[in-house]
Each structure stands twice: as C-alpha cells, then as structure tokens.
C-alpha cells in the first residue's frame, strides 16, 4: 500500500470464479492484498469464504473449470501472469511453496520421504545423490522429526499426520522459499501437535526470513504469529489489520462477531456467542453488503454494496465501521 | 519434544514386498494358482525339453491313439494321439508356450496403450482429448468382446499375430477407464498439488507422481487380463481365425478335434482341460492379488 519498494507478493482485483451462467459462483471476488518480504500474513475466514481458493490461484493451481481473472499477480515484481510456464514452475517450489491441510494425503504414498525430499532438491538445486540425501536429512533435522536417519527412508504410511506434516513443510522449505503459504497447516492435527507446528512455523519463518501466508479459521493461531491478518467473508476481503489491533478492535461487524465467538472470550457465559445465519452461496447472494442478512447493526444503506474503505489503520468493507474502542479487558 | 527411544524400534516394519506376500499368502486358492502358474511359466520355457516329441510329427501308424502307457510302433503316447498321429502331450506342452507368449503379448499391449489412453484421460478432463478417448472406448465396450475380436481379425486376416493384436483391442477399453478412474481419484489428493507446487511439469506429474499409484488395480486387471486374453485366442483359433494349424494352440486343437467328440474323447477333453486349468488358475492369483493390494479388503 505505501511500501516504496515493490511487495514480495502483489494480487491485485483477484477474481475466481467456477461454473457459467447462471450457476457462476464468485468463489473470490476482487480481492487485492500484498504480503512483504519476511512478513506473517494470516487471512481468516469461514469455509467458503475464498481464502484457500485465492491461495490457490496465487499458486497457479486453479484449474479447468476455475476461471482466474486478476489485475495483477506479481511475486518480487516479476508478472505470474505473463510468465511462460517453464518459468512459472521453476519459481514454484524454488521460490513459493506451499503446504495443504490434510497431512496424510499431502506425501505420495508410493515413496519414501527420503525419495521425495531429494526429488525436490533435485529439481531445483541438483548435486550428487549423497549430497541430496545429506541435505535430506538436514531438512527433517530442521523440522525437529524425532529420530531423522530413521524416518528418511520410511514409507508415508508409516508416519504420525504430525510427522507427516512435518516432512511437508520439510520439502516445502527444501529450497529456502522467500514466501510460504500454508492452507490451514494446523487444522488436521491434535492441539499440542497444533501448538508445536505453529511454534516451528514461526521459527523457521524467522530463521530463514521468509514471508509466512498462513490460512486458518482459527483466529487464535493467526494471534500468536501473524503480523497482519486479512478477514475473508463470502470470496471478498471483509478486514485488513495488524495485529494486536484487530483484536482490540476490530473495524468491521463480522470480525467482530468472529472474535466474539472465541471460546477464550465467552467465559461465564452460558451459551457461545454466534452469527445466525449461513456464509451466502451461489444462488442467495445479497445484492448489497453480503453480511447484511446476518448483520446485528444493518443499516437501509446496506442495501448498496461497500467498497474496501481505508480508515487509516486498517481497512475494512462496511458503511458504519465500528469505532475504535480501548482494549478489551480479554484481548 | 525429543521421543525418548523405547528400544524395540529396531523391529523394522515389513517391507512392501514383504507385506503384500503375507497378504497374498493368507489366500490358498491364490497361492494355488500362482503354483500352478510356475509350473506352466517353467513348462512354457523349457518345451523344447520336456515335450517327449516334436508337436507337428506325425505317427501314422498311431492316429486316434488313446491315452496309455504301451508302446505303439516304439513310441510311448501318454495322452494319446489326435487324427494325424501327432502326440497331444507335447502338442499341450508346446501349446502352453504360446498361450503365454499370446498373454503377455496381448496384455502387454492392451496394458501399454490403455495407461497411456487413460493418463492423458485422467489428466484433460473435460477436454476433447478426455471425450474422444472415452466415447471410442464407450462403443467399443457396447460390443460384445469375441465379435468385436472376430470383427478386427476379419479385417486383420487370420493368424495368431492378428488374433494376439485384436484381443490387445478388445481389453484396451478396461485398461483405459480403470487408468482414468484411479488417476482421478489420486488427482483429487493434496500430493499432487504439492508435486505441482514444487514445480512439477505435467509429464513428470503423470508418470513419476501419479501412475506408481495407480499400480495396484491396474497389476490386478493385467493379471485377470491374462487369462481373459488366453481364454479368447482360444476362442479364436476355435473358430478358425487365430493361429493356423499346423500350431499346436488350445483353441485350434479342440476345433480340428471337434469331429472326434464322441469316439476320441482326449483330443477334445485335454486340451479343454489345459485352457480350464491355465484360466483358473489366473484368477486364483488374480483374485488373491487384488485382495493383497487393495487395503479395504485387508484386516
């Protein structure tokens, strides 16, 4: 926004959409964000918002039928775009990677993880195959696997959705990535595995000074690690903030619903504090604001459709942002 | 963090290999065959050695010799002699060889072409590629599989080499949509996503990412194949259109034996007998393979 220098990660009126007609759904809708270098971004949302959709078409993975439109999609300045696909992939797992949700699907079950981590060495850095099986080795020791020498050359079958994790962020790492984007890395796993994933994220992400996407729907992990989080409502980007800001005080309603629902925030309560209602789908978006059938403060002006107001620090998508409030004896 | 080592951990877990012979072996039907496949893959290989006469000369002074231990003009037919005299032992013997040779030919190239076919399927969907593959293959499977097979050799012309080609035809369907089938399935799972966030290009995807994991059904069909394959050549050279005699193949030993029925009964029965026991067998091996490889059906 006001970096001088370009950002890492540059998406510009990012749209996808899957089916035709009258069928079309926006699954991401004109969403714009950048992630700078060494930067921990964390874009929060419900299912079916659009924020691993969006990830997705960062990652040029968004195939036939998806259609991807954006104004600009650029990673250190260079057009993903325009860029021939030889190069596009050379970039891929050179320069972004990415690790998914589910652990236990990520690995290929036909190959030792030691075949697979030197696989991607191979592609991108080359070197003997000692040389590649040492570096190997060197990842998982990254990682923090228990017992590394033994689990190199361990089927995925054999290993716990933790390890497996791990060796995923092993080989996502393989080529000291300058942007990683993880899609829910911790939702698959038991909370202290959770706690740990989170904890080597943060760690390799400061060790290696690499920009850090992370996408969770859980509000509580985007707090402990990311510097500035977007809010992603129904495809379209509800709230941007930094940090300890967006939970003192959140601009737009639906964060705030969001925060509201936190178990952490509804001690004593008998009943856990919630929106009613469902994110909309293809055929029952509203044709003003989107959260306005769920919004307790709606507005007859929420019948339009809001732009992305800048409010200084922060950004958020409402006619009525909420005022600043000083921090919440929970925040 | 660090896990405190139990000791015990020294006890490996089973390797693939290791795995799939203990599942494998739990099935007596399936080791069964697979015995009954080793000993006809060893009479196949050493024919020339264990067959106690040349399978095209005949013993004109023995035709429609019945099976038995005496002599006959100082040759020892075990099972017999067909019409011309020729000992149908080493006819069987010889026979098997080619019944493996029409198998792994035909499967071979039905398997070949139907990966392929079915990769690039699996890979361009909804593309005219995927719809060209698939309708063909459609019609193809709408047609009953022996008329489709007399249909190419009708074109082809006779001969075992033609007969080997169309049944490779008529089994390509099956190989294609099971290909297709479990490329899609494996598609939808993350590590392909992330072969492709490393960068892998889409040859490298299909054949080095993708096919290692499709192996396990297409191994079973390829074997189940084999004996649908020996099953039709004989059919085929029954009805004339596979090799042609003086070949000792099953199928033409029962057809040039066919008048016999009734006064001969071991030039027609023992041939049959060979193709029964080879095809079974198969799908003893078969079937316990595919229990083996597929982890639903495990305990």
């Given at each position: 926004m006001s970096a001088a220098l370009p950002a890492l990660l540059e998406v510009e009126r990012l749209s996808v959409e899957f089916g035709s007609g009258a069928?079309?759904?926006?699954?991401?809708?004109?969403?714009?964000?950048?992630?700078?270098?060494?930067?921990?971004?964390?874009?929060?949302?419900?299912?079916?918002?659009?924020?691993?959709?969006?990830?997705?078409?960062?990652?040029g993975l968004v195939d036939e039928p998806g259609r991807v439109r954006a104004g600009r999609l650029a990673f250190a300045g260079r057009d993903l775009q325009t860029m021939p696909a030889r190069e596009h992939r050379a970039l891929l797992g050179g320069e972004m990677a990415m690790i998914f949700q589910d652990p236990t699907s990520s690995l290929n079950p036909s190959f030792t993880v030691?075949?697979?981590?030197?696989?991607?060495?191979?592609?991108?850095?080359?070197?003997?195959?000692?040389?590649?099986?040492?570096?190997?080795?060197?990842?998982?020791?990254?990682?923090?696997?228990?017992?590394?020498?033994?689990?190199?050359?361990?089927?995925?079958?054999?290993?716990?959705?933790?390890?497996?994790?791990?060796?995923?962020?092993?080989?996502?790492?393989?080529?000291?990535?300058?942007?990683?984007?993880?899609?829910?890395?911790t939702t698959a796993l038991d909370v202290t595995i959770q706690a740990q994933m989170l904890a080597l994220l943060k760690k390799l992400q400061e060790e290696r000074g690499m920009a850090l996407v992370l996408i969770t729907h859980d509000l509580g992990v985007v707090s402990e690690i990311a510097d500035r989080v977007l809010v992603m409502y129904a495809g379209q980007i509800v709230e941007t903030q930094r940090v300890p800001a967006l939970f003192e005080s959140p601009r737009h309603p639906y964060t705030e619903a969001l925060l509201a629902a936190l178990p952490e925030r509804n001690t004593g309560r008998r009943r856990l504090s919630s929106l009613p209602g469902l994110v909309p789908g293809a055929f029952d978006r509203p044709g003003g604001c989107l959260l306005a059938?769920?919004?307790?403060?709606?507005?007859?002006?929420?019948?339009?459709?809001?732009?992305?107001?800048?409010?200084?620090?922060?950004?958020?998508?409402?006619?009525?942002?909420?005022?600043?409030?000083?921090?919440?004896?929970?925040? | 963090m660090r896990a405190v080592d139990l000791g015990?951990?020294?006890?490996?877990?089973?390797?693939?290999?290791?795995e799939l012979w203990r599942d494998f072996s739990r099935n007596r039907g399936a080791v069964a065959g697979l015995v009954v496949i080793a000993l006809l893959v060893f009479t196949a290989l050493f024919a020339d050695l264990i067959a106690p006469y040349s399978p095209s000369e005949q013993y004109r002074d023995a035709t429609l010799h019945a099976p038995s231990l005496a002599p006959v003009g100082g040759h020892v037919f075990l099972l017999g002699t067909d019409p011309v005299g020729r000992d149908?032992?080493?006819?069987?013997?010889?026979?098997?060889?080619?019944?493996?040779?029409?198998?792994?030919?035909?499967?071979?190239?039905?398997?070949?072409?139907?990966?392929?076919?079915?990769?690039v399927a699996g890979f361009f969907r909804g593309r005219i590629v995927e719809l060209a593959i698939m309708r063909t293959m459609d019609v193809?499977?709408?047609?009953?599989?022996?008329?489709?097979?007399v249909a190419v050799v009708a074109i082809l012309g006779p001969g075992l080499a033609n007969a080997m080609y169309a049944i490779a035809i008529v089994m390509l369907p099956h190989f294609v949509r099971l290909t297709r089938g479990a490329v899609m399935t494996e598609l939808a799972k993350d590590y392909v996503a992330a072969s492709r966030v490393a960068g892998a290009g889409t040859a490298r995807l299909m054949f080095d990412t993708v096919l290692p994991n499709c192996a396990a059904p297409l191994i079973v069909q390829a074997t189940l194949g084999f004996s649908s394959a020996i099953l039709d050549a004989a059919a085929l050279g029954f009805l004339g259109l596979g090799a042609q005699p003086p070949t000792p193949e099953w199928g033409s030993m029962l057809a040039s034996a066919l008048e016999f029925i009734q006064s001969a009964w071991w030039v027609v029965t023992l041939p049959g007998l060979a193709i029964l026991v080879t095809v079974l067998a198969f799908n003893l091996a078969g079937d316990g393979l595919r229990d083996a490889l597929d982890p639903k059906l495990k305990r």
């Open positions: 069928a079309t759904l926006r699954a991401v809708d004109d969403v714009s964000f950048h992630v700078n270098a060494g930067e921990v971004v964390g874009i929060v949302g419900e299912s079916g918002s659009g924020k691993s959709v969006s990830a997705l078409a960062v990652m030691a075949f697979q981590l030197m696989e991607t060495i191979e592609l991108h850095e080359g070197g003997t195959k000692r040389a590649r099986r040492a570096r190997a080795l060197e990842l998982l020791k990254a990682v923090e696997i228990p017992d590394p020498q033994r689990r190199l050359d361990a089927y995925p079958h054999q290993l716990s959705g933790g390890m497996s994790q791990r060796v995923m962020l092993a080989m996502a790492i393989a080529c000291n990535p300058r942007l990683l984007i993880a899609d829910e890395p059938p769920r919004c307790p403060y709606v507005q007859p002006r929420c019948a339009e459709r809001p732009a992305l107001f800048d409010l200084g620090t922060a950004c958020a998508r409402c006619f009525f942002p909420l005022a600043v409030t000083t921090p919440a004896p929970h925040g | 015990g951990a020294d006890a490996s877990p089973p390797t693939p290999i290791g149908v032992l080493s006819r069987l013997i010889h026979g098997t060889r080619l019944s493996f040779v029409i198998g792994i030919v035909s499967v071979g190239l039905s398997l070949g072409g139907g990966v392929l076919l079915g990769l193809m499977l709408a047609l009953p599989s022996l008329l489709l097979a």
